[in-house]
């Protein structure tokens, strides 16, 4: 009796038909995986192992601390933090009536110093006037003693008045010379020089620009456009010069430092295209900038502690560096930043022909204020107008002189 196969068996007939679809749908599953996997190395030897990226990053700025230069009790307070302020606009004023005083006395002293070296001017003309007197007196007295002298041995003049005329010779010739000394004394005061170059004018209207500028330091204005921050400073305290009153900072020039780990530094360079997100807008906004420069150490090198690795208990801690990265000051009017916010960075390292470390250096101001270029050109107008009506000259004159 023959026993019938398993091929012609019902069961197993039904049951390799699933097997027969369920292999073409692994396989195809398999596929996908391996596509997907070369799709990824792909994606990472091209794009991924040519970005570096950190989330170890903050928004940074300027912070322009507004410290007064000359002492004195605030009288009011025009701004508030949070507020706007715009470069030149008065924030604090301190009690001016001191350095009014101190002004008023300066511009006296300068009046009353230009004055006393008109009359020194004058004088000198009249002691040369006198000198030449003196000259003439001598020349006549000596004129008189030659036309005596000869008459004495003739008995025609007595031997009294040939000694009266050396005597007025002897007289004439002191006289001359104290002329001459007080010629000489008063030439020395002014000799080579303007009276509006003398010395002495300078002096006083150096301290009159002094007086001038501690008058206006009285109100202290806005060195930057920005915002108001870390306001310290309360009406009727009494401050000195250099004490921190409040802080603007501009939002309109910010930057990111991102602070890489040692291996993440091989490959970037300056100049490289960086994107930014921030926490504050997520994902949706995105910034664009560039590598600047990298930091000349790590951020412990710089602590206000440094480590101590030369100890027996040293464990090695991964180091990081900052790389300030600048940011399209488009994206940033768009988009305002705030200075410490949260950052996640991306450099793009395919281009990795540039330096490190910055080749050369930059010889224009890195942030600069134009606030106080006038204050010191008001100081000299005025000093110029004081000089000319105390010394009788037109002002062209004078501003030509200082010109």
Do not use: C
């Not at 507020?83 to 101190?102: H, N």
């Not at 001017?121 to 000198?131: I, S």
């Not at 921190?244 to 020039?253: E, F, M, Q, R």
């Amino acid at each position: 009796m023959t026993t019938p196969t398993d091929n012609n068996n019902p069961a197993n007939q039904n049951g390799d038909a699933p097997n027969r679809r369920r292999k073409p749908i692994m396989l195809a599953i398999a596929g996908v995986f391996i596509l997907a996997g070369l799709a990824y190395g792909y994606y990472y030897s091209t794009v991924l192992s040519k970005q570096v990226e950190t989330d170890d990053a903050y928004v940074g700025g300027n912070l322009v601390t507004l410290t007064p230069q000359v002492s004195g009790t605030v009288i009011a307070i025009n701004a508030d933090e949070t507020q706007l302020v715009k470069a030149g606009q008065e924030l604090i004023r301190l009690d001016p009536a001191d350095a009014a005083v101190a002004l008023k006395q300066a511009e006296a002293q300068l009046g009353e110093t230009v004055r006393g070296l008109r009359q020194t001017y004058a004088n000198v003309d009249q002691f040369n006037a006198v000198l030449a007197q003196r000259k003439v007196d001598l020349a006549r007295a000596q004129d008189d003693l030659a036309r005596r002298a000869p008459l004495l041995a003739e008995k025609a003049v007595s031997a009294e008045d040939v000694d009266h005329a050396r005597k007025a010779v002897d007289a004439a010739r002191q006289a001359l010379n104290v002329a001459e000394k007080q010629a000489e004394a008063s030439r020395a005061a002014i000799e080579g020089v303007s009276l509006l170059d003398h010395p002495s004018v300078l002096r006083a209207r150096a301290n009159f620009d002094q007086a001038y500028l501690s008058a206006k330091r009285n109100a202290l204005v806005a060195p930057v456009s920005g915002y108001v921050a870390k306001r310290s400073v309360q009406v009727g305290q009494r401050i000195t010069a250099g004490m921190p009153l409040l802080s603007i900072v501009p939002l309109d020039a910010l930057w990111v430092d991102a602070n890489f780990k040692e291996p993440e530094l091989r490959n970037i360079r300056i100049g490289q295209p960086v994107r930014v997100e921030t926490d504050i807008y997520g994902g949706k906004v995105e910034y664009h900038g560039k590598v600047i420069g990298l930091a000349a150490g790590t951020g412990s090198a710089f602590a206000l502690l440094p480590a101590q690795n030369a100890t027996g208990n040293w464990i090695k801690v991964v180091q990081r560096i900052p790389v300030r990265i600048a940011l399209d000051a488009k994206e940033l009017a768009e988009h305002p930043l705030r200075v410490g916010l949260s950052t996640t960075v991306t450099v793009d390292t395919h281009n990795r022909e540039g330096d490190t470390l910055a080749r050369t250096t930059n010889q224009t101001a890195v942030y600069s204020t134009p606030v106080f270029d006038s204050q010191m050109g008001d100081a000299e107008a005025l000093a110029d107008k004081i000089i000319a009506r105390n010394a009788g000259v037109p002002l062209a004159k004078v501003q030509q002189t200082h010109s």
